[in-house]
C-alpha cells in the first residue's frame, strides 16, 4: 500500500449534505433526489453516449496493452508495462478502430424501419458488434497459414496468440451474439443466426472463392437488416438500405482482395463506379416506410415510435451533405489505386471503403428522415479516428 492510498483510507468524509444528495434546503425539508428518468430518453442518452464508451473502453485496452496509463488505475502509472503486450494483440487481432462501422448498421436499420432507436436496437448493436468481432479472430484463424508467408507479423503468425484461443473467442463471440440477439425478440434471431452462418461460410470457405465478395456484402446487409427486425419486428422497409450498403461492402471486399499483390486496376474503378452510383441514390431518392409502421411501428416494442419528424427539406440536405463526405472518403483512394494498382496504394484504397461505410450509414439513417439517428451515427467517424491515432493502429483491413 502507498502513501497515497494509505492517506485517502484515514480521510473520513466530513459530516453534512454531500454533491450527490444535493445542497440543504432552507426550510430544513430533505434535499430532492431526481427521479426515474423515461425510458425513450434514458435509451437516448445511452445511445449518444456510444461512440465515446467505444473510443474509451479500445483506448483504455490498447493503452495498457502498451505501457500507458490507465484513468483511475495507480499501478499503470507506477510500473512500466512491455511495449506490445496480449491486450494489444487481441486488439490487433479483432481490428478494433473497424469497431465503429458497426453500430450504423442497426441503427440504419432502425431508421429504415421508420421507428426511434429502443432498447432492443441496443441489443441489436451488441449482437453486431459479437458476431463481427467474430468473423475477425475466425478470419485469422483460417488464413494462418497464408499469413504466415504475407502478413508474418500479425498476432497469429507472430506467436503473440495461439490458434486454438483464437477459434476459442470465435465460438464465444458467436454464440454471445446470438444470445443478445434472442434478447431483442424472435424477428431479430430469425436475421441474427443466417448472418452468423454467413460469417463462418465466407471465413472458412468462401472467402478465397468468386463468390466471396457476394458473401460479405450479404453479411453487411443482414446486419442492417438485424437492427430493423430488433427495432420494429419486421425487415421489409429496410431491404433497400440493406441492398446499398451491401452494395458498398461488395466493391470494397472486391477490392481487398489484391491488398497483398496489387496489380489489378479493374477493382477499384469498379468501386470507383459504384461509389458515385450509391451517393446519387442516397442523396436524390428518398425511402419511405409504410404509413402504417411509421404511424404505430410493432405496438409494444419499447422504443418504438414514429420516426424523427424532420421536415422534408433538411433531411434532404442532410443525406446530400452525408452522401458527398462519403463520396469524397471513398473515392480518391480508389483513383489513385487505380491509377497504381501497388499493394501499399490498394492497402490505403480498402481503409478509405472501410472508412466510409460510417458515412453512408448516416446518409441512409438522413435518406429514411431520421436526422438524430444519421448526426449520432456520424458522430462514429471522428470517434474511430480518434481511437485509431490513440491507439497507433490506423492500418485497417478486412482480410
Not at 442518452?45 to 474509451?56: C, I, K, N, Q, Y
Not at 426511434?116 to 478470419?139: D, F
Not at 479516428?385 to 490506423?394: E, K, L, N, S, V
Amino acid at each position: 500500500m502507498n502513501r497515497t492510498t494509505a492517506t485517502a483510507r484515514n480521510t473520513s468524509t466530513p459530516p453534512g449534505p454531500t454533491a450527490a444528495a444535493g445542497p440543504a434546503r432552507e426550510d430544513g425539508a430533505a434535499p430532492r433526489t431526481p427521479g426515474p428518468r423515461p425510458a425513450r430518453e434514458g435509451t437516448w442518452a445511452e445511445l449518444l453516449r456510444l461512440p465515446a464508451l467505444l473510443t474509451v473502453a479500445g483506448s483504455a485496452l490498447v493503452g495498457a496493452a502498451k505501457g500507458r496509463p490507465v484513468p483511475g488505475d495507480d499501478v499503470a502509472s507506477r510500473t512500466p508495462r512491455p511495449r506490445s503486450g496480449r491486450a494489444g494483440a487481441w486488439a490487433e487481432l479483432l481490428r478494433l478502430p473497424a469497431l465503429f462501422t458497426v453500430p450504423g448498421d442497426a441503427l440504419a436499420g432502425a431508421a429504415a424501419a421508420g421507428v426511434r432507436p429502443g432498447p432492443r436496437t441496443l441489443l441489436a448493436i451488441g449482437s453486431s458488434v459479437c458476431l463481427y468481432e467474430a468473423g475477425m479472430a475466425l478470419n485469422d484463424w483460417a488464413d494462418r497459414a497464408e499469413d504466415a508467408v504475407e502478413r508474418p507479423h500479425r498476432p497469429l503468425p507472430s506467436g503473440r496468440i495461439r490458434p486454438a484461443a483464437a477459434l476459442t473467442a470465435a465460438g464465444a463471440l458467436t454464440g454471445a451474439g446470438l444470445a443478445l440477439a434472442a434478447g431483442a425478440g424472435r424477428p431479430a434471431l430469425a436475421v441474427a443466426a443466417p448472418l452468423a452462418a454467413t460469417v463462418w461460410a465466407y471465413d472458412l470457405a468462401l472467402k478465397h472463392t468468386p463468390a466471396g465478395p457476394a458473401a460479405m456484402a450479404a453479411a453487411r446487409g443482414l446486419d442492417l437488416l438485424l437492427g430493423a427486425a430488433a427495432s420494429s419486428g419486421g425487415t421489409r422497409a429496410a431491404l433497400p438500405s440493406a441492398a446499398l450498403l451491401g452494395s458498398h461492402t461488395l466493391a470494397v471486399t472486391a477490392v481487398s482482395r489484391r491488398e497483398t499483390t496489387g496489380g489489378s486496376a479493374l477493382a477499384p474503378l469498379a468501386a470507383l463506379a459504384t461509389t458515385g452510383v450509391l451517393t446519387r441514390l442516397v442523396t436524390h431518392r428518398r425511402t419511405r416506410p409504410p404509413a402504417g409502421r411509421r404511424a404505430a411501428a410493432a405496438p409494444g416494442l419499447p422504443g418504438s415510435s414514429p420516426a424523427e419528424g424532420t421536415p422534408p427539406r433538411a433531411a434532404d440536405a442532410l443525406a446530400t451533405a452525408l452522401g458527398a463526405a462519403y463520396a469524397a472518403t471513398a473515392a480518391r483512394p480508389y483513383v489513385h489505386a487505380a491509377l497504381n494498382p501497388s499493394p501499399p496504394l490498394t492497402q490505403r484504397a480498402v481503409g478509405g471503403g472501410i472508412r466510409a461505410t460510417i458515412p453512408l450509414q448516416a446518409a441512409l439513417a438522413a435518406r429514411s428522415g431520421a436526422t438524430a439517428t444519421s448526426l449520432l451515427v456520424a458522430a462514429l467517424a471522428p470517434a474511430g479516428r480518434m481511437f485509431a491515432r490513440r491507439a497507433g493502429m490506423r492500418k485497417v483491413s478486412i482480410t
